[in-house]
């Protein structure tokens, strides 16, 4: 782990997501005082503002982004004058050098670039021109890292150019969940789990990622994007290699995204003869209204996925990520097999067990399992699934629940790798994607209209129902 950072460096700092999360995040950590005061935060974004007017922009974002019983004027107020700003068009080498004076690089800088990818290169080559890549410097990179294989290494090379791998933290915001990351200890600090953890003993996984939210204001990024390159590449990918991978050796960066890699290296490729019967695109009816042209883009993403090892031999994993959907809910299901004889009589039929691990918005893990209906039984047993339920909230209720980039600030500022993701994780992502991408586009598929709020083209139905299998709605 390299050296803890005494500057955090933010580009992008007017940007959504600076104004959504990071700041918040900053200002929960400030709360609770795990951003020490010799820590300074740098705020830097190419509108001409002065500390007074940034600050007031903070005090604005913290006021509307966080829940109303976590904020406090006093500390937001004390929190924004720590932050300085520094105007800086980073496709220009001037406001570098304003950077390069106000920051102590000795000291360790952490840089967070939430700008849009295209400035990434600029931004540093610039850097690196006053001195600010050297070996006590943290880069974070945010999503998107490119838009297919090709483009994602271009951005890497040009990162790596500057900073080796042991200094880049690309960011998946879903690593820095809390549930996320209890997904690791459920399997692996319980024995219960793991000897069941199999293709002998699972059926098949679902992972749902479902939003109710459409375009909200991103129209020229989304567009250009899709559900299939903004979700599933990286999140879904990600959730999927954490349900999938062996145990690491330690929950430490190498053990972690090394197990992680194995298994988004397993993941099958999309043959173009069956992308059609194992992919379902889909578009919500208002899209082409809101965008206001019109468009293919998939705002929806139902398929099967294989990964081809000992472990999941025949084991589906079926991922299905939408905007505009029923509900809000990220989860991932698995499904055991049913128990190979039954001895109870005709009227008792035993469904086989499900473990559903709940993230969002509820946080919580259910294992259901039969049981037996109270009675008699004159006419034999009658059998009924009961859920073993833990809620997150309920057993953890002093806990706050903190923003994902609470943690991944944090991490960052104090090096730790392990939640973030390594090149040959993102390549091997990228890779599985455009060879989806490239099936689907031979084979001519277009996405199916569906309608808003509903969970998605009736085909995501059909084509796990083919299975006998069911989404778990
Ligand atoms: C982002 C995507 O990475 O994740 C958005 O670009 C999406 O389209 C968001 O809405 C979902 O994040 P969360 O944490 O709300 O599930």
């Not at 999360?21 to 190419?46: C, E, F, H, K, N």
């Not at 503002?49 to 600050?55: K, N, P, V």
């Not at 920051?103 to 840089?111: N, T």
């Not at 974070?140 to 150019?161: C, F, M, R």
Request: charged share 30%; proline share 5%.
């Amino acid at each position: 782990m390299s050296k803890r950072s005494s500057t955090l460096l933010l580009f992008g700092a007017t940007g959504d997501l600076s104004k959504r999360m990071l700041l918040p995040s900053l200002y929960g950590l400030a709360a609770d005082g795990l951003l020490p005061d010799d820590i300074q935060v740098v705020a830097t974004a190419r509108s001409a503002l002065s500390d007074a007017e940034f600050r007031d922009l903070a005090m604005e974002s913290l006021r509307k982004h966080l829940p109303a019983d976590f904020f406090s004027e006093e500390t937001a107020l004390r929190f924004a004058k720590r932050v300085r700003y520094i105007p800086v068009d980073v496709t220009t080498p001037e406001g570098f050098d304003q950077l390069a004076e106000a920051i102590d690089i000795e000291k360790g800088v952490s840089i967070f670039l939430s700008t849009a990818p295209s400035l990434f290169k600029a931004t540093i080559e610039n850097l690196e021109r006053v001195g600010l890549a050297g070996p006590d410097v943290h880069m974070a990179l945010e999503k998107p890292i490119g838009t297919d294989l090709a483009t994602s290494a271009e951005i890497n090379d040009a990162v790596a150019a500057a900073f080796p791998e042991d200094r880049i933290f690309r960011i998946d915001h879903y690593l820095g969940k809390e549930t996320v990351q209890n997904l690791l200890a459920m399997r692996f600090a319980n024995s219960l789990l793991e000897p069941v953890w199999n293709a002998a003993h699972i059926d098949h996984v679902q992972i749902t990622v479902a939003e109710t939210v459409g375009l909200e204001g991103r129209a020229s990024y989304y567009d250009g994007a899709g559900a299939v390159r903004d979700m599933l590449q990286n999140h879904m990918l990600q959730l999927l290699a954490l349900v999938a991978m062996e145990p690491p050796a330690d929950y430490a960066p190498t053990a972690v995204r090394e197990e992680k890699v194995k298994v988004l290296r397993s993941l099958r490729p999309m043959a173009a003869d069956s992308v059609k019967d194992e992919v379902v695109l889909g578009q919500y009816d208002a899209y082409e209204g809101e965008l206001g042209e019109k468009s293919d883009t998939e705002t929806f993403v139902a398929l099967k996925a294989h990964v081809d090892n000992w472990r999941w031999a025949g084991v589906p994993f079926y991922l299905r990520h939408g905007k505009k959907l029923a509900r809000r809910k990220t989860e991932i299901y698995i499904q055991f097999k049913c128990v190979p004889h039954s001895i109870f009589g005709k009227g008792a039929t035993t469904e086989p067990n499900e473990l559903i691990i709940s993230i969002q918005p509820e946080e919580n893990i259910r294992l259901k399992m039969m049981a037996k209906t109270p009675g008699l039984d004159r006419g034999g047993i009658r059998l009924r699934e009961v859920p073993l339920d833990v809620t997150m909230e309920g057993a953890f209720a002093d806990y706050r629940r903190r923003i994902a980039y609470e943690r991944l600030l944090l991490d960052l500022i104090e090096g730790d790798q392990t939640l973030f993701v390594r090149r040959d994780e993102v390549e091997a992502q990228w890779e599985w994607i455009d060879g989806l991408r490239a099936a689907w586009k031979a084979a001519g598929m277009t996405p199916d209209r569906y309608d808003s709020d509903s969970w998605g083209p009736d085909k995501s139905n059909e084509f796990a129902m083919r299975d006998g299998r069911e989404w778990n709605d």
